[in-house]
């Protein structure tokens, strides 16, 4: 059974407060070498995918369940506060953080395009223009 975007929120919310406390509790220990720096950036990139999922849950548990995050500000703002809580345990985890974080955010884009569908393009100015010379036309 699926959570409601609420409960989702919530989960998601807790699920990225433990993962930066978690990173900042061990902050000597993912700083120690070069292997934990990697696997400091990764929780880094967890903080970003769960980030994501609670503004996300928030945003259509408020504003209509068909409401979708875009670029910006909603992944832009979480891969920043991602960023930082990364940087405050070593600057090289910022860099594997970025990169886990798009790879994650392809997968995630790509899952929800085969689940829901393809995103229907904005039609353009040109297009609009044509459409509405055509139904003059048409008259």
Not at 44 to 65: D, H, K, Q, R, W
Not at 68 to 80: D, H, N, W
């Given at each position: 059974?699926?959570?409601?975007?609420?409960?989702?929120?919530?989960?998601?919310?807790?699920?990225?407060?433990?993962?930066?406390?978690?990173?900042?509790?061990?902050?000597?220990?993912?700083?120690?070498?070069?292997?934990?720096?990697?696997?400091?950036?990764?929780?880094?990139?967890?903080?970003?995918?769960?980030?994501?999922?609670?503004?996300?849950?928030?945003?259509?548990?408020?504003?209509?369940?068909?409401?979708?995050?875009?670029?910006?500000?909603?992944?832009?703002?979480?891969?920043f506060i991602s960023m930082i809580c990364s940087g405050f345990v070593h600057r090289v985890c910022v860099t594997t953080c970025v990169i886990?974080?798009?790879?994650?955010?392809?997968?995630?884009?790509?899952?929800?395009?085969?689940?829901?569908?393809?995103?229907?393009?904005?039609?353009?100015?040109?297009?609009?223009?044509?459409?509405?010379?055509?139904?003059?036309?048409?008259?």
């Amino acid at each position: 059974m699926a959570a409601s975007h609420a409960s989702s929120f919530l989960i998601s919310l807790l699920i990225s407060l433990v993962l930066i406390a978690s990173m900042q509790l061990f902050r000597a220990q993912l700083a120690s070498s070069q292997a934990l720096t990697i696997v400091g950036g990764f929780f880094g990139s967890l903080v970003f995918i769960s980030l994501l999922t609670a503004i996300s849950n928030f945003e259509m548990n408020t504003f209509g369940p068909n409401y979708q995050a875009r670029i910006f500000p909603e992944v832009i703002s979480c891969l920043f506060i991602s960023m930082i809580c990364s940087g405050f345990v070593h600057r090289v985890c910022v860099t594997t953080c970025v990169i886990f974080s798009m790879i994650a955010l392809y997968y995630i884009n790509r899952i929800s395009s085969n689940t829901y569908g393809s995103a229907t393009t904005p039609a353009t100015g040109y297009a609009t223009q044509n459409a509405l010379l055509n139904k003059k036309k048409q008259k």
